[in-house]
């Protein structure tokens, strides 16, 4: 059973471009929301977090966009350059217990053309 | 200051061998917890491990075992090793007090099984 659903698989934006990551969740007791970015051969690094009481949260190019009540959350990424072509990962945490085990969705490949 | 350090960075394993990868925290981080990272998936919750005790385990195998040491650094076993237990194994290390808000993750040990 897969809690947090991530859309698209893959994603290919031109330089310059917006490139948004939409992710979706169920479990209602999730209440802290991580996205990390992984290159190849690394781990996975903490890019912008947000937490429910919030509808959005902006830093530098990267902002969340969180809507509580349908569940869902995304990444938006303002004049997309080559070098944020990673793989993005959206991630929940829940409240109370299990409270410190990220639970990921399965990624978003982005590619950023020249 | 050093980043969540793990070894060793690439192994190759027989099935049915066992296998131990470790992990350092960076310092001052108290807490380990260990990762499964599928090829093309996001990471998976195996283990965390708070002050050399348990604190909580996913939905995996009994073949998986962990500790933490008086030091924080923790190790990760797996016996009877099978195919699918071909992955990037991730540590992450937080401090005491950011608690899930502070997750590092290290490169992690590319374990491949044949």
């Known amino acids: 059973q897969q809690q947090v659903k991530q859309s698209p698989q893959s994603l290919i934006v031109q330089k310059g471009g917006i490139s948004i990551i939409n992710c979706a969740y169920e479990?209602?007791?999730?209440?802290?929301f991580p996205w990390y970015q992984q290159f190849p051969g690394k781990g996975p690094a903490l890019l912008i977090a947000?937490?429910?009481?919030?509808s959005e949260k902006k830093e530098g190019r990267f902002t969340i966009s969180f809507n509580k009540s349908a569940k869902q959350f995304s990444l938006h990424i303002m004049d997309s350059q080559p070098g944020d072509s990673a793989t993005y990962f959206c991630a929940a945490i829940p409240s109370g217990a299990g409270s410190y085990q990220l639970t990921f969705g399965k990624g978003t490949k982005l590619s950023v053309i020249p | 200051d050093a980043g969540v350090t793990q070894s060793p960075t690439h192994l190759i394993k027989t099935r049915g061998q066992h296998v131990t990868l470790r992990c350092s925290p960076i310092?001052?981080?108290?807490?380990v917890s260990w990762y499964q990272q599928v090829l093309g998936q996001g990471p998976q919750f195996i283990f965390q491990?708070?002050?050399?005790?348990?604190?909580g385990r996913g939905n995996f195998p009994d073949r998986f075992s962990a500790r933490q040491f008086p030091n924080y650094s923790s190790e990760l076993n797996v016996n009877a090793l099978l195919l699918g237990d071909s992955a990037l194994y991730l540590c992450?290390?937080?401090?005491?007090?950011?608690?899930?808000?502070?997750?590092?993750f290290g490169s992690g040990t590319r374990l491949t099984v044949v």
């Open positions: 992450a290390s937080s401090p005491p007090m950011r608690g899930r808000s502070g997750y590092t």
């Open positions: 491990y708070y002050e050399k005790e348990e604190r």
């Open positions: 947000i937490r429910p009481d919030v």
């Open positions: 479990n209602t007791a999730f209440d802290y």
């Open positions: 310092s001052g981080h108290k807490s």
